[in-house]
């Protein structure tokens, strides 16, 4: 199993930059996928980006060259590392983890961008 702990969302104005964390419970090195999801009310939770074991990284377009993911396998940790901020960037970030075919998912922190 893998629990997940997210922290480092907030409010930020239009522009700002923010950086989240997630905390695994076991060596990132061995889980085969992180990445993180964002889910606004209303609609399905989006995938924002992945990092593979190998690191090898996958991010959908509207968040290319504003959001940069990365991991410190010593820290069981990968953060997502936000620039440039828009108010349609608000949600709720979650991180997730694949690993032995299965699904992890963190609680969840609120991002909220302010025009």
């Known amino acids: 199993q893998v629990q997940l702990v997210e922290s480092g969302g907030g409010l930020v104005q239009t522009g700002g930059s923010l950086r989240l964390s997630c905390v695994a419970s076991r060596n990132i090195a061995s889980i085969n996928a992180m990445g993180w999801y964002r889910q606004v009310p209303g609609k399905q939770r989006e995938f924002i980006v992945q990092i593979v074991s190998s690191g090898i990284t996958n991010y959908i377009e509207s968040v290319k060259g504003r959001f940069t993911i990365s991991r410190d396998i010593s820290k069981n940790t990968v953060y997502l590392q936000m620039n440039s901020l828009k108010p349609e960037d608000t949600a709720v970030y979650y991180c997730?983890?694949?690993?032995?075919?299965?699904?992890?998912w963190g609680q969840g922190t609120q991002v909220t961008v302010s025009s």
């Open positions: 997730y983890a694949y690993y032995n075919v299965r699904e992890y």
